[in-house]
């Protein structure tokens, strides 16, 4: 009898572990599903299902959104945590440029019926703790240097290719009208890296 009781007893145990397991999962699943990049594209998808020269421009634009929103938080973080003078001046410049980009980018993104994320994105907080969580001082200064070098890089190279291969005619202008202001923060920031190195 006590036997038996130990083996039920057991089976309960082991079925809460599973329902706690699986409980943790789909929260786990619910809170990767809020991420504001998906559920932009989620939209995006649906509404633009049978036009893949939308889905196409609908894609740039999330990324673009993506970015502006994370250059945004990380150049408020750079001009309050920054030790280096230019550091901070470079961290207000991206938050002036950045936020000049997503007001440009919103009315043609809503004339388009583009979702766009609406706060920053879980690649950008990755991106943001590990600048914030690792780094003091000089070490955050190159670090974020080295971050800046890296994502500017990226976005001339993704803003040159949406210039001439976005299908709407507005998003290629504004796309262009954006690169030479990328190509002078991807200079700045070497120039800067240069700086913090020294």
Not at 132 to 153: C, I, R, S, Y
């Amino acid at each position: 009898m006590k036997k038996r009781t130990r083996t039920v007893g057991r089976a309960f145990f082991s079925a809460a572990i599973l329902s706690l397991f699986f409980g943790f999962a789909s929260c786990k699943n619910e809170n990767k599903a809020e991420d504001t990049k998906e559920v932009a594209e989620e939209q995006n998808e649906q509404t633009f299902d049978n036009n893949d020269a939308r889905e196409d421009d609908s894609e740039f634009l999330v990324a673009a959104a993506e970015n502006d929103l994370m250059e945004i938080e990380i150049g408020k973080l750079a001009a309050s945590k920054g030790t280096h003078a230019e550091v901070k001046s470079f961290g207000n410049m991206l938050v002036a440029d950045h936020t000049k980009s997503a007001n440009q980018m919103k009315p043609f993104a809503e004339k388009l019926g583009v979702a766009l994320p609406a706060a920053i994105t879980e690649k950008g907080k990755d991106r943001y703790n590990k600048l914030n969580d690792q780094k003091q001082g000089a070490d955050f200064d190159k670090k974020f240097a080295d971050m800046m070098v890296e994502d500017h890089e990226n976005a001339v190279k993704k803003m040159q290719k949406a210039s001439e291969d976005a299908n709407d005619p507005e998003v290629k202008a504004w796309a262009a009208s954006m690169v030479p202001t990328l190509q002078a923060h991807l200079e700045h920031a070497k120039t800067l890296k240069d700086q913090v190195n020294k």
